[in-house]
């Protein structure tokens, strides 16, 4: 009995340690095994009812054709997804569908994770009228690996019902944004507006209105660019907003927008704040309060409609699938263009099909407009470099330099030191 | 025959611990030890060669600012919250100790309802606690007379610097791990002969007295272990801060989340640089209690 414990413990041992040096599986090409028994999906997110119901009727118009393939769903909230992946990645054990962030694509190309599906892309007849920008984040030396799946923009949520109280027109310009939150603040003693300083995506918005950038391409080098002019006096105008001109309040430096302002405008006590359409569900959650509630796009410093960072979500294979086909007729399944726009709406989301966004629904809907008005305007990507979830995640490199001007550093060394870290990052 | 038997059994004996030890605990080690000399991302994870970088991963930790400051939060942080826990841990082992029946009960089962607590659940509830949206800490001490403590607190920000962060995350951890302190003290006081305590009372030595005469030498041993032990704990915390403040707010990052950042913050891990912080951390604590440890081995307090 001793002896048989033992030994079970030494095995056990042993089978720790071979987990630990991983199995030296190459780059080759992913494998076509016919129809699997097992299909595994991933999609991003805590997952919700409607998804997994919406989910299951994608899985039985699949089925039709793959009778005999069980898909499993697996929901990896947004703060893991790194470390799955990179488990994945380590042990072998990787989805054959997944869902990926917009912004992650190109790392994920980089690492050699995706399998190459240039060829099924261009075989796929609904996906000719794929977004044609959205598409491009996909592509990688003129090979496609991902497509995209759905996608938001950024707005300003605002209390239609003060506005209307208190004869406040919706701002088109910097200064009628400063004094709308102004005059919401003087007479319903709540912040105008929230500014949090994590928040790269909304920042970025109103860099590129003012006609800067984060970093630019200078040859083969990605080149930093928030030190020139008109990118730093765009955050001189965003870290104002509760620096100097005290419309929003410091509650929120160090945080996104879900740690505080989207609870605050929900619950009555906030004028307004930037957030996607897909907030809608829950800010409903909180307080169902969507009858006071409007959108209207990010203005620009002195009039028009600031361009928008592109949110969303794009759908890959892994690597090491083994079945290819099935992963990639399961996608078009997925996101036929039916499916896709029954998804969008549920989400509060923009479908990726260019026909689906020029219909007419969105012009007529009250709070999807101002999301379908600032997606036309124009949408902008992030730098389309490996680097770029290093700047954004892991080093939030303007989130942390917009905080320490909020809290008095100098606009001009944070801005210079965010460039020399762009320059570091970005050119890996 | 007989003596070389005699020789080898108590190795036979010992090997299957060592080996289950050394393939859990030293492997891996040595394994990061390998990893924060070499280039490593999901390439090389994969099973492609890693690249050996030499000390490159160090010198890069060394001279970043960031590894200064969370240095020295991760330092002071484990001096203030060690000594709280010592501190407080004790004075509630004694408490239990003096209490009796229902009250004994109740006070050791709302420790042990903190003992309990997973860290993250922890972090959650005081990161509500301290948050400025429906925060309790704020709405007391906005009720409280603004002569005691100062007005405008409806909507401090906790998290928006690292003092106060450090503040929020020393009560919480300390919270958490008193009542090991606490119970293990409990231990020690139970198995002192009464007599000690009534002869101290009978000469009339006060209740401080008392403590640092009898109590404190006789448990010595058992404070040892308790005061290495949190060290090794407060120096690698890291749950409650990364859900406290997060990556947003670098200044307030201990040598944990640095690492976690550097290591596993984005899809571009990098497992190489990470270790090389692992590396200096453990480095550090091994020193510190090597310290510790041979400071009382010399005084002979541990034979």
Redesign the interface.
Known sequence: MKTSR?AA??A???V??GC?S?????DGAAGDGGPPPILTVWQMGPGSPEQTTFLDGVEAEFRKNYPNTDVVIKYVPWSQA??A??KA??G?EGPDVTEIGNT?VQ??IE???LADISAEVNAWPEGKDLNKGALANDQANGKTYAVPWYGGVRAVWYRKDWFAELNIAVPKSWPELVAAARKIQDTKKV?GIAAP??QTNAILSFVWANGGDIAAKEGNKWVGKLADPKARQALEFYTGLVRTERVA????????ELQ?PQ??FA?G?LGMYIDGSWALPELKQIKDDSANWGTFPVPGPTGGTAPVFSGGSDLAIWQTTKSKKASFDYITVLNNKRNAQVFADSQKFLPQFTDLLRGSRYASDPLMSAFATAANAGVRFTPTS??W??Y?????VL??AV??VM?GASVETACKQADQQAGQLLN? | MIRTRTRITPYLLILPTLVVIGALLFWPMIQIGMLSAQQVGHRQLRGEPAQWVGTDNYTAVLESDLFWSSFMHTVLFAAVAVTLTMAVGTAVGLLLNQLRGRMSNFVAGGVMIAWATPPITAAIVFSWLFGSTGGLANWVLEALPDALVGGGWRDYNWFGSPFPTYVVLTVCVVWQSFPFVAVSVLAGLKSVPGELFEAAKVDGASAWRTFWRITFPLLRPIFLVLLVLSIIWDFKVFTQLFVMSGLANRDAYNLSLFAYAEAFGSMNAKLGLGSAIATVLTVILLVVTALYVRMMVRRGELA
Request: glycine share 12%; hydrophobic share 25%.
């Open positions: 033992l413990l030494a056990l041992a042993l720790v340690t630990g991983s199995t030296g599986s190459t790194a470390t992946f990179q990645a380590a072998g992650d790392s994920h690492q050699g994770n912040p300083s994590d309040p410091d509650k929120y430096v160090g945080k996104n505080g609870q605050d619950l006590q490996k680097g979830a290093d954004e995640q892991s080093k939030k989130p942390n905080k320490e809290q890996p």
